[in-house]
Each structure stands twice: as structure tokens, then as C-alpha cells.
């Protein structure tokens, strides 16, 4: 009778040893305070769905179609090469990058740099020039050097629900682009 109940205080013991362990690793597997990567300008970043390479940033007064931007404000217009990594045409690239600046409207306006109109979707597999244009009051300032987040989702060969591939889980910041602004002046 001793020999049972000790074996069963032991596995009792043991088993909430085991679940206790298993917690602590989960939290610590969930620990983000590792610096994120910095991108350099030029180079392909893998973010997720899509293939991104930054090229430049400018200040600017027009749009990429010409348009002159509103009274009181001015453009950071940010150019860069994208390719839809999936199999389906997307617009989730509104979201790809997100400026360390106080903006007026958080999705920038998108431009295919080809033809200066404005980017609806971007189809598989096709890589495609864009200009990216967040406006700003025109008093604020724009350091020389701005940051940017590369936000990226991952890709799922069979999801849950469906059993299809797709998309969009895990949405988290991958790394920081640091890119040289034209006409940009000390912050």
C-alpha cells in the first residue's frame, strides 16, 4: 500500500515537474528582446509573402503621377523593388514597410514607377519597381537617415482550417531598413 502511494506522489510530482518545464520554455521561446537585423539598402530581404529591395528615399512636393501634394505638406517618397512570392495576386504590401516618422495617414499611396499609376495588386511571381508616398506636415522633420520597419508574415504549407497554403500568420516586424533620405535634414 506504501509503494502505491508513493509511486503515485511520484509520478504526481514528476508529471506537474514535466508541465511546469514545458511553461517555462514556452515563455521563454515567446522572448523578443533580441536586437532586430538591420537591411542594408540594395539587397533582398525575404519578408514573408514578399521579396523586397529598398532603393531610395526622397523628400519630395509631387507624387509619383504628378500630382503636387497639399498645402502644408510634404511627400517621403520611397522606392523600392518588390516581387509576389505566392500564388495568388496581392495587396498586402501596403503593410511591408512602416516609416519611424508622425505621419498623417499610416498606408502610404502606391505607384508602379513603369507607368506612374497607382498599384492595386502585384501578381505572382512578377517583380515589379514601386514608389511608396507617405505624406507629413511640412514642418516635420525628416532625419537624414530614416528607419524603417519590414513588417512580414509567415508562409503556411497547410493551414488549419482549410488544408490550403496560404499566408499571413504570425504577423511580426523581421528587421530595420536604414535608409539615406534626399533632401532629408538633421531630426
Known amino acids: 500500500m506504501k509503494s502505491r502511494t508513493v509511486v503515485w506522489l511520484t509520478t504526481g510530482i514528476g508529471g506537474s515537474l ?3 518545464a514545458a511553461l517555462v520554455m514556452t515563455i521563454v ?3 523578443t528582446d533580441q536586437p532586430l537585423p538591420h537591411f542594408p539598402v540594395g539587397a533582398p530581404i525575404e519578408a514573408g509573402e514578399w521579396r523586397v529591395v ?6 519630395d512636393t509631387a507624387t509619383p503621377d504628378g500630382r503636387k501634394v497639399r498645402d502644408g505638406q510634404k511627400a ?5 523593388e518588390l516581387t509576389n512570392r505566392t500564388g495568388e495576386s496581392s495587396n498586402s504590401f501596403y503593410r511591408l514597410l512602416t516609416p519611424d516618422l508622425t505621419l498623417t495617414e499610416k498606408q502610404p499611396d502606391v505607384f508602379l514607377l513603369r507607368d ?3 498599384a492595386a495588386e502585384l501578381h505572382p511571381d512578377m517583380t515589379e519597381r514601386l514608389a511608396m508616398v507617405w505624406t507629413l506636415p511640412q514642418e516635420a522633420a525628416v532625419p537624414p537617415v530614416l528607419k524603417f520597419a519590414v513588417r512580414v508574415s509567415d508562409y503556411k504549407r497547410r493551414d488549419n482550417l482549410r488544408g490550403q ?5 504570425n504577423p511580426h516586424v523581421a528587421g530595420i531598413i536604414d535608409m539615406p533620405v534626399q533632401g532629408g535634414g538633421p531630426a
Request: aromatic share 12%.
Open 54 to 59: 529598398p532603393l531610395g528615399a526622397r523628400i
Open 116 to 118: 506612374s499609376d497607382r
Open 29 to 31: 521561446s515567446y522572448r
Open 18 to 20: 514535466a508541465v511546469g
Open 76 to 80: 517621403v517618397v520611397v522606392e523600392v
Open 165 to 169: 497554403t496560404g499566408w499571413g500568420y
